[in-house]
């Protein structure tokens, strides 16, 4: 049981590159979510997607475009990335408890440098 | 003032020690309250959470929430070295899917053995 899977787990680009984060987790769950992590400023929510076919905006969604593919799979993309968008990338899904918490999973982690 | 502001640490104890971790908040419809552990390069995995006020045991944890102060905390027993991680706090104001949860900055813990 892989929970949640976040490729790559480390990537350079320049300046005005783009690339996709790609996120997959089988656990059945409805709900997925996209945060970055910076030192000083704690884990900040880019986009999430409720179920599939639904997408919305979080804290911070500038720059950043998703796409729910279906039910597991849940990618980030930087069309064209900013030395601000260095950061550690993570992708969540959740279940709901039976108190009704929103109790997220985590992947790893991608880590991002634009140089 | 942010809404969920947590002690930026670094914390360090000796092994065995009895660590309390906290966090205080704003907004006054917070009702959820989760902690998650974080070991380095890592994501956030959760250790416990709670619905309003009250406490939780888990073993060696702890969790305390305190509605009328804005104030929770994490109570560790017996610290391990296998208790240094950073530890984040997490609460909403409702339940469910699109529920915002809002994060403290997290505060790194190193037990020394």
């Known amino acids: 049981n892989a929970g949640v899977t976040q490729t790559p787990k480390f990537q350079v680009l320049k300046t005005g590159q783009s690339m996709t984060l790609q996120c997959a987790q089988d656990?059945?769950?409805?709900?997925m979510y996209w945060y970055r992590q910076d030192p000083g400023m704690g884990l900040r929510l880019i986009y999430y997607?409720?179920?599939?076919?639904?997408?919305d905006k979080g804290e911070v969604p500038n720059g950043y475009n998703v796409s729910r593919l279906n039910k597991r799979e849940f990618s980030l993309r930087l069309e064209s990335a900013a030395p601000s968008q260095t950061s550690v990338y993570f992708c969540?899904?959740?279940?709901?408890?039976?108190?009704?918490?929103?109790?997220?999973?985590f992947g790893a982690g991608s880590r991002l440098t634009v140089l | 003032q942010k809404e969920v502001e947590q002690d930026p640490g670094p914390l360090s104890v000796p092994e065995g020690a009895i660590v309390s971790l906290n966090c205080t908040y704003s907004?006054?419809?917070?009702?959820?309250f989760m902690w998650y552990r974080q070991y380095s390069r890592k994501g956030p995995e959760l250790l416990m959470y709670?619905?309003?006020?009250g406490n939780k045991e888990d073993g060696r944890f702890t969790a305390q929430v305190d509605k009328s102060s804005k104030y929770i905390s994490l109570f560790i027993r017996d610290s391990q070295p296998s208790d240094s991680a950073t530890y984040l706090c997490?609460?909403?104001?409702?339940?469910?899917?699109?529920?915002?949860?809002?994060f403290g900055k997290g505060i790194t813990l190193s037990v020394r053995p």
């Open positions: 997490a609460m909403s104001a409702t339940a469910g899917a699109n529920s915002k949860l809002t």
């Open positions: 969540a899904s959740s279940r709901h408890s039976g108190s009704g918490a929103n109790v997220l999973t």
């Open positions: 709670t619905y309003s006020s």
């Open positions: 997607s409720a179920s599939e076919g639904t997408t």
């Open positions: 656990m059945n769950h409805n709900s």
């Open positions: 907004n006054s419809a917070f009702q959820y």
